[in-house]
């Protein structure tokens, strides 16, 4: 088994990982493209072959920060990445090993966000865990397995006069106006709008926006990505001021509907923390929690470090209007791999 920086075509890595069971809209060529244009930050792509055949692939991205350092991670900014490596396990190990070596030359920590455990010499934190929801074949049939109490905001929503469309990029512009003040109001540096086009663009039809509004104004919008049966959703926000009306289950059934309508299997509403109440409303829709396996070298969490490093500037961040949040905080946002 040989491990080497990947230079052969993008279709051939994307075909890799679109027909391995543990291939995930993360573990995608376009990554290199969004992080490089979006950021400036570059990406390796290590892939494991076997007599010219690949066996496995592991995408890192180099994320440089004056506040939190140098980090390599599998994949920053989002909740999964790690070894792609279908059914040839005997690749996983030497694709850890070499991320580690490459870590050690470059004087960076590394971070693999893993879906699933994996047999390597690396500590492993398992802080968060994702949440599953099986979308089955009928919007009808995924309507009555939802509790009452989601089925009921939803119905509110609908009184209040709330309408939800999905739509491509045409809508980015509505989908961040309403992301980026919530993250403000969150006290979180958002995302710049460059990063968004440049998912949009490289993923294409694997990319959707959603919709809510209330009155012909945006009031929920969310970012979510389509990838081998899964919907993912990364980046979904409502305003604040409308959460009365019940805007986020809305946001979140219309979603359903779209799985269902297309032939996708299973939604991912994203990580939490298992005590959280992020985590609680997910499983209120009868999601099922699934253990990330996050890898750390060297040893020790560095997202709970990170945490700490950050949680001074929360307070401060919310008092700051829109527009210089938004200004700021995609500066700030590009070093945090959280």
């Given at each position: 088994m040989r491990v080497a920086e990947w230079n052969g075509p993008a279709a051939e890595w994307d075909a890799f990982v679109g027909a391995a069971a543990d291939g995930t809209v993360m573990h995608l060529h376009g990554w290199r493209r969004i992080h490089q244009h979006a950021y400036g930050h570059p990406?390796?792509?290590?892939?494991?072959?076997?007599?010219?055949?690949?066996?496995?692939?592991?995408?890192?991205?180099?994320?440089?920060?004056?506040?939190?350092?140098?980090?390599?991670?599998?994949?920053?900014?989002?909740?999964?990445?790690?070894?792609?490596?279908?059914?040839?396990?005997e690749a996983e190990l030497p694709l850890v090993l070499a991320a580690r070596d490459l870590a050690l030359r470059m004087s960076t920590?590394?971070?693999?966000?893993?879906?699933?455990?994996?047999?390597?010499?690396?500590?492993?934190?398992?802080?968060?865990?994702?949440?599953?929801?099986?979308?089955?074949?009928?919007?009808?049939?995924?309507?009555?397995?939802?509790?009452?109490?989601?089925?009921?905001?939803?119905?509110?929503?609908?009184?209040?006069?709330?309408?939800?469309?999905i739509h491509g990029a045409e809508a980015l512009a509505e989908f961040f106006t309403v992301f980026a003040?919530?993250?403000?109001?969150?006290?979180?540096?958002?995302?710049?709008?460059?990063?968004?086009?440049?998912?949009?663009?490289?993923?294409?039809?694997?990319?959707?926006?959603?919709?809510?509004?209330?009155?012909?104004?945006?009031?929920?919008?969310?970012?979510?990505?389509?990838?081998?049966?899964?919907?993912s959703m990364p980046w979904v926000s409502s305003l604040r001021r409308a959460f009365d009306k019940c805007p986020n289950p809305f946001l979140y059934w219309e979603v359903m509907r779209f799985g269902v309508a297309t032939g996708q299997r299973v939604m991912d509403f994203g990580r939490s923390s298992r005590d959280s109440g992020g985590f609680e409303a997910k499983r209120q829709w009868g999601a099922q929690p699934v253990q990330l396996h996050w890898l750390h070298w060297p040893e020790g969490s560095l997202e709970a470090q990170n945490a700490k490093r950050l949680s001074w500037g929360t307070a401060w961040w919310r008092r700051l209007p829109v527009p210089v949040a938004n200004a700021v905080g995609p500066w700030l946002r590009r070093g945090i791999p959280n």
């Open positions: 990406t390796f792509l290590l892939a494991a072959t076997e007599d010219g055949a690949l066996r496995g692939v592991l995408p890192l991205t180099l994320v440089r920060s004056r506040l939190l350092g140098a980090s390599l991670v599998s994949m920053p900014f989002m909740d999964y990445g790690g070894p792609c490596v279908g059914g040839f396990r920590t590394l971070t693999l966000r893993c879906a699933r455990e994996i047999a390597a010499p690396l500590p492993a934190s398992r802080e968060k865990a994702t949440l599953y929801l099986d979308l089955g074949r009928s919007e009808e049939a995924l309507w009555k397995r939802l509790p009452s109490e989601r089925r009921n905001r939803v119905r509110k929503a609908q009184k209040h006069g709330l309408t939800a469309s003040t919530n993250m403000r109001d969150l006290g979180s540096p958002v995302h710049s709008l460059a990063f968004f086009r440049a998912v949009m663009s490289e993923l294409g039809e694997q990319t959707r926006i959603v919709v809510v509004r209330g009155g012909g104004e945006p009031i929920g919008a969310g970012l979510f990505l389509v990838h081998g049966g899964m919907i």
